[in-house]
Each structure stands twice: as C-alpha cells, then as structure tokens.
C-alpha cells in the first residue's frame, strides 16, 4: 500500500526473512528441557572432500532419549505454483532427515504460510508432519508429541 521500509545491515535482513521462524522453534524446544537442541546448523558429511564438499544447512535440530527431530522452516509461500519448488523442499527434508536422523529420527516441516495441496499431499505420502500457518501457535504440543513418540504426518 506504498510504505515501504529500509534493513539497515544484514543480519536484520536475515531475521526477517526467515531466521524468525527458525528462532521461534529453537525458542520453544528449548524451552522444553530436551537433551540437546540447535539451530541454524551447517555441516559436511563425514568422507566428504573437504575442499568441493557440499554444506547441509538444518534449520532446527533436537535430540532427546536418543532420537533426533530434524525441523525444516519455510516462512516463504509454498503456493506460487513453483511445483519443482516444493517438491525440492519435502524431498530434501526427507533425504536429510533420514540420514541425519536415523532409524529413529523425525522428520517436521513448519510454513508460516498455507501452504499447496501438493506439499500437503507429499508430506502426508512421506509421513512428514506439517504444521503451517495458525497451527505453528501448537509447536509446542506438537513437541511434547514427539516426545512421547505419537507425533503424526495430518
């Protein structure tokens, strides 16, 4: 509606493009006297080239009674139509998620926008639980779910 406003560095730019989310699950699993929980980790997989090797960003990561929950956040829409997109983005989760995580890992994806029937349905066919838009207010029943092993793909 013609306002605009002005990011003055970097990191402020960061925060509001995504970071927000990222810290928002941080926030709320760490409030919950998990074993571990980390946000914003990089990493290389072991046997990896050190000098060519790809680095795998994870949003959200937390551990407790030796099971890991890998947590994707997504503040963008997910409804542009960009369906190569979105399939990219439940596949990589999926992907990592499952090497990362384990036998026993968890696998969370977190859209402050609605997102499409697609990414709905992908979610659901990987058993991916999504929680988008008003549902993020549930993280932190969603959490205590996992915890007690009964968190479920909607």
Same mark, same amino acid.
């Given at each position: 509606?013609?306002?605009?406003?002005?990011?003055?560095?970097?990191?402020?730019?960061?925060?509001?493009?995504?970071f927000w989310l990222? $810290?928002? !699950?941080?926030?709320?699993?760490?409030?919950?006297? &998990?074993?571990?929980?980390?946000?914003?980790?990089? =990493? +290389?997989?072991?046997?990896?080239?050190?000098?060519?090797?790809?680095?795998?960003?994870?949003?959200?990561?937390?551990?407790?009674?030796?099971?890991?929950?890998?947590?994707?956040?997504?503040?963008?829409?997910?409804?542009?139509? $960009?369906? !190569?997109?979105?399939?990219?983005?439940?596949?990589? &989760?999926?992907?990592?998620?499952?090497?990362?995580? =384990? +036998?026993?890992?968890?696998?969370?994806?977190?859209?402050?926008?609605?997102?499409?029937?697609?990414?709905?349905?992908?979610?659901?066919?990987?058993?991916?639980?999504?929680?988008?838009?008003?549902?993020?207010?549930?993280?932190?029943?969603d959490l205590q779910?996992?915890?007690?092993?009964?968190?479920?793909?909607?």
């Amino acid at each position: 509606g013609g306002r605009s406003f002005r990011l003055t560095d970097h990191d402020a730019a960061r925060y509001l493009s995504g970071f927000w989310l990222e $810290e928002y !699950a941080w926030w709320i699993a760490s409030d919950m006297a &998990l074993s571990d929980v980390r946000c914003g980790v990089q =990493g +290389t997989w072991e046997g990896a080239a050190k000098k060519d090797a790809p680095k795998n960003e994870f949003d959200v990561l937390a551990v407790h009674n030796n099971r890991m929950l890998v947590v994707e956040c997504k503040p963008l829409r997910l409804d542009q139509g $960009e369906q !190569a997109k979105e399939q990219n983005i439940v596949t990589k &989760l999926e992907n990592l998620g499952r090497i990362a995580g =384990g +036998t026993f890992g968890t696998n969370l994806l977190l859209s402050a926008r609605p997102t499409t029937r697609t990414v709905r349905s992908r979610c659901r066919s990987q058993g991916i639980p999504l929680r988008e838009a008003d549902a993020l207010r549930g993280l932190r029943r969603d959490l205590q779910a996992w915890v007690d092993g009964e968190l479920t793909a909607s």
